[in-house]
């Protein structure tokens, strides 16, 4: 089983226009609705292709009633410790053109010390039943940035393999854990080795330094790059991944894909190198839905042999 924790969960309101006007009125052709965050897109996915999966995190408010709507209807188990405050919506607006979508990401509702205190033990039960427990995202108001350093020791005394998915303090902190993955993207592992990460030899060389970084082993540093697929260190080697060619519609919720495609090869046994192709499938089947969507299982498998990953 993959324990998911999302600390900071959302709504993802997406608006689709013609041609995005800043400082004008934009008439909205389309508009979606959807469950949001890291950890819970990574469920979500593993659900999809055949994982069991439980999701914890804090949910409140109105919009907690409609994420654990989407949880139901995927397959999630929930394990959200409710909370006073209510969960944030987040918005993007994209158009037509070829330029990302503008987003609006709300900070989230302030957690107290109760509310800590109960996802702490939330964690301590939940991760006794998993194989790994992915901590993914950003942190709301009232925590402190070793929150996933804190859980991810926690994790790893109950038995479990640990993956952070982060940012900034909040990655470097985790990383005094030793994870046994982690997945910055390219300006990510940048800031966090604080240099700029641009070529291919950029990534390479950076993926070997945080492979050593979290203890080496039998351990997976994954830098992914969009389009340009990945690069993953690990025990058996270090490989580059070459992502499926296709046309993004939205890379909302690929890099949380790729994660749960990796994770679901690894629970069932895959080698590294086939564990990094499927989830450059995963990712790439996300990039081809619309809006803040969520790949399949038949997309995924349609694009694994599109996958490629060279030992280097």
């Known amino acids: 089983m993959v324990l998911t924790v999302t600390l900071n969960p959302c709504v993802d309101y997406l608006l689709r226009v013609d041609k995005f006007l800043p400082n004008d009125t934009n008439r909205v052709l389309v508009s979606e609705k959807d469950a949001g965050g890291k950890g819970l897109n990574t469920s979500r996915v593993y659900a999809h292709l055949g994982g069991e999966t439980i999701a914890t995190g ?78 993914g995202g950003s942190l709301p108001p009232g925590l402190n940035t070793d929150a996933f350093y804190q859980l991810a020791l926690i994790a790893k005394k109950a038995g479990a393999k640990v993956v952070i998915d982060a940012d900034g303090a909040v990655l470097a902190e985790g990383l005094k854990a030793d994870p046994d993955f982690i997945k910055p993207n390219s300006k990510e592992a940048g800031r966090l080795l604080g240099r700029p990460i641009e070529s291919d030899e950029d990534v390479i060389a950076a993926a070997k330094e945080l492979y050593a970084k979290i203890g080496g ?45 990796m994770l679901w090869a690894l629970v069932e046994g895959k080698s590294a190198e086939e564990a990094l192709r499927w989830g450059l499938a995963a990712g790439a089947a996300t990039a081809l839905t619309d809006g803040t969507a969520i790949g399949g299982k038949a997309t995924t498998e349609q694009l694994f042999p599109e996958s490629l990953a060279t030992q280097i």
């Open 58 to 135: 804090f949910l409140g408010g109105a919009t907690a009633a409609f994420i654990r709507h989407v949880m139901e209807e995927e397959g999630v188990e929930d394990g959200f410790v409710q909370i006073a405050g209510e969960t944030r919506t987040n918005f993007s607006v994209e158009d037509n053109s070829d330029d990302p979508p503008t987003t609006f990401n709300q900070k989230g509702p302030t957690i107290s010390d109760d509310e800590w205190k109960a996802l702490v033990e939330s964690v301590e039960i939940l991760a006794t039943k998993a194989t790994w427990v992915s901590f």
């Open 217 to 261: 082993g039998h351990r997976y540093v994954v830098i992914s790059r969009g389009e340009k697929g990945a690069v993953m260190a690990c025990q058996e080697g270090t490989f580059l991944g070459k992502s499926p060619k296709v046309h993004p519609k939205s890379t909302i919720g690929s890099g949380d894909s790729m994660i749960a495609g």
